[in-house]
């Protein structure tokens, strides 16, 4: 359910898994990108690296 609203809300445009885990995680718990990791493994969701998620970040303002 939370993967649709996601791409209701147009944010598939951004087309990266690791920033779409972030995303999600972030609705479930609001909370630090370092604490974000253990969200989702607490979910049970095998999530990006931290080090993946500040790449990724670093792409979408990138890309704007």
Known sequence: MLTE????LGFDAVGDD????LV???IIEP???AD???V???LGVAGPSLRTIFR???RC???D
């Open 36 to 38: 974000t990791v253990q």
């Open 5 to 8: 609203i996601y791409s209701q």
């Open 18 to 21: 690791a920033f779409r885990a």
């Open 31 to 33: 909370t630090s990108k």
């Open 61 to 63: 303002v990138e890309r």
């Open 56 to 58: 990724t970040l670093g």
């Open 40 to 42: 989702l493994t607490d």
């Open 24 to 26: 999600l995680a972030r």
